[in-house]
């Protein structure tokens, strides 16, 4: 596709429940991010692909949370045991690495009831 | 460790008038600077950026001036539109890696 595409773009669940929220990066680019975008927290970095390198996990809020890329491309996004507080807009961007520019999805509104 | 402080919103103003909306950071070393915008109902999409000090980053009407002396990057526009109303984040990249630390986001609404 043209741009970075995230689904679903709302997803509602029941705490305690698992989600995975998908990330499909613009074809090609190296480097794909994950951020969360909550009322109280405001726009945070959670983790970090680039290349084949170890990934940068340094954003994660909690062991519940966790990330894969898979082939370089995909990436998903998984949350265990769902919170009320981990209701918020999961971000996902993608660049050819480095100081260039990175491209958003429209992100998942994530709502835990 | 790296931060963002933008002014708090919302911003109103009338279509036309001058926009500053203030940025200041922390960081070690020199990061590279951003302004990204989120307009109603889109994703985030890079606005301008500055690289090093001095270097001044346009865009739209839109300029930010990287001073490291006073560790700043306003973002400023000489006449607003209506269509210039959205949230607008500023944000470091410390490590040249484009992990990105946000501000918290300051939304403008121009009216007509």
């Known amino acids: 596709g043209a741009g970075v595409s995230q689904s679903p773009s709302n997803k509602v669940t029941e705490k305690g429940k698992d989600v995975e929220l998908r990330c499909d990066p613009i074809s090609g680019h190296t480097a794909l991010y994950w951020y969360r975008q909550s009322l109280g927290q405001g726009l945070e970095f959670l983790i970090y692909f680039q290349g084949n390198s170890a990934p940068d996990k340094s954003g994660l809020p909690s062991d519940r949370f966790s990330a894969e890329r898979t082939g370089g491309s995909v990436s998903t996004l998984t949350i265990q045991r769902t919170q009320q507080e981990d209701s918020a807009v999961y971000l996902c961007a993608s660049s050819w690495g480095g100081n260039t520019e990175a491209f958003f999805g429209q992100g998942t509104r994530l709502t835990v009831v | 460790g790296d931060s963002v402080t933008q002014m708090e919103g919302p911003v109103t103003l009338s279509e036309e008038a001058f926009l500053t909306i203030n940025c200041t950071y922390t960081?070690?070393?020199?990061?590279?600077l951003f302004w990204y915008v989120q307009y109603p109902g889109e994703g985030l999409q890079l606005l301008l950026k500055?690289?090093?000090?001095?270097d001044k980053g346009s865009n739209k009407g839109f300029e930010a001036t990287y001073r490291k002396e006073t560790t700043s990057f306003h973002l400023e526009k000489g006449s607003v539109q209506v269509s210039d109303s959205a949230v607008y984040f500023c944000?470091?990249?410390?490590?040249?890696?484009?992990?990105?630390?946000f501000g918290q986001g300051t939304t403008l609404q121009v009216k007509p």
């Open positions: 960081a070690t070393g020199y990061p590279s």
């Open positions: 944000a470091l990249d410390s490590g040249n890696t484009g992990k990105l630390i």
């Open positions: 500055a690289t090093k000090a001095d």
